[in-house]
């Protein structure tokens, strides 16, 4: 029987050949910022560009309606809006577009399909469809990151995540995660990373939620050492706070000594009380994209293998379904 999830992952680097067309390209007109509207996997492409190549600046919005711009100084006719949701279908970003319709301004939709494409279809916006196929958003980034690169016509970064797809092995990542996985087993992961990587976190956690079905945790150092470190107080060998975590510690090669001293610090005193660790190291890589899709399809298989460990199945997230078929009644 064939698994979609483990389909998608093996076959994850094959979605930065997707080559995009921009359909009514000609009424994208000069804009001096850009905002990007999307829930949940459908806005982590932005993330990650703005991870990647800060000099874009995205403003990413996340929720109803849109963001309060004229407090910033910045007029709505200025904007690129960009409507992303891989189904086409997700409520916020469908109230947004409605919205901007109704306020006049130059909107840009992502989607596979849905009314989000439908919608765009009829006001002859400019859109850009997906591959429509059978594949959770979150493992469409390839396509979603690939997609926004086109529309901010940023050709070297696009000619770099090819070359970058050519060289990712997917059996070592999948050893890899496994190992994290074994790690993992009847634990819920708490994410630690420096800021500047607190976006791969994030995502870790996501994957974590979403394909294994287990509940995970992201937070920064040094931000979380002023708070959330004090609900571990009263931690010791063999209790819940320690028996029901693992820390997965994202580091980089090129830490500040400060936050590297308070990773360590944070492992000694945990530790001491019990607390179960997963170093995973950011390697420095020739391509600024390697590193960091190496983690998270590291993190992808580790959540598969879980979720085949659970018998949940990793390709589906009934729950959330669920929330949302009870918010239409």
């Known amino acids: 029987m064939i698994d979609p999830m483990r389909e998608s992952i ?31 996997g459908s806005h982590l492409a932005s993330d990650l560009v703005n991870y990647f190549t800060p000099n874009h600046n995205l403003i990413i919005h996340s929720d109803y309606g849109l963001p309060n711009l004229e407090s910033r100084g ?13 189904s086409g279908n997700t409520e916020e970003v469908l109230d947004s577009y409605n919205e901007l319709k109704k306020r006049g301004g130059l909107g840009v939709v992502i989607a596979s399909g849905g009314k989000l494409l439908e919608n765009a279809k009829r006001d002859k916006s400019p859109y850009i469809a997906l591959p429509s196929i059978s594949i ?9 990151l690939i997609a926004l690169y086109t529309l901010l016509n940023d050709k070297t970064a696009i000619r770099d995540l090819i070359k970058m797809s050519q060289s990712l092995s997917q059996d070592k990542y999948e050893t890899k995660g496994k190992v994290i996985a074994k790690n993992l087993l009847n634990k819920n992961p708490i994410i630690y990373s ?22 995970a945790f992201n937070n920064i150092f040094p931000e979380s050492n002023h708070n959330e470190l004090a609900g571990f107080s009263y931690a010791t060998k063999n209790n819940l706070l320690t ?11 090129s830490e500040s000594i400060r936050v590297l001293k308070r990773f360590k610090v944070f492992q000694i005193i945990m530790k001491d009380r019990g607390g179960n660790f997963i170093d995973y190291e ?11 899709f190496e983690f998270i399809l590291t993190i992808s298989w580790a959540a598969h293998e879980l979720a085949q460990y659970y018998k949940h199945d990793p390709n589906v997230v009934p729950f959330i379904e669920e929330f949302k078929s009870l918010l239409r009644k």
Do not use: C, W
């Not at 076959?11 to 009514?24: A, G, S, V």
């Not at 959770?136 to 979603?144: H, I, N």
């Not at 800021?195 to 394909?211: D, G, P, R, S, V």
């Open 136 to 144: 959770q958003p979150r493992m469409a980034l390839g396509y979603s």
């Open 194 to 215: 420096n800021h500047k990587n607190q976006i791969l976190a994030h995502m870790a956690k996501i994957i974590f939620n979403e394909t294994a079905k287990i509940p």
């Open 243 to 253: 028996n029901h975590y693992t820390f997965l510690m994202l580091r980089d090669e």
């Open 282 to 292: 950011l390697k420095k890589r020739e391509n600024k994209f390697s590193s960091s």
């Open 10 to 40: 093996l076959n994850f680097n094959k979605q930065f050949l997707f080559k995009p067309e921009i359909i009514n390209l000609n009424k994208i007109s000069n804009y001096k910022k850009v905002v990007l509207i999307g829930m949940g």
């Open 74 to 86: 910045i007029k709505n006719s200025e904007v690129l809006f960009i409507f992303s949701s891989y």
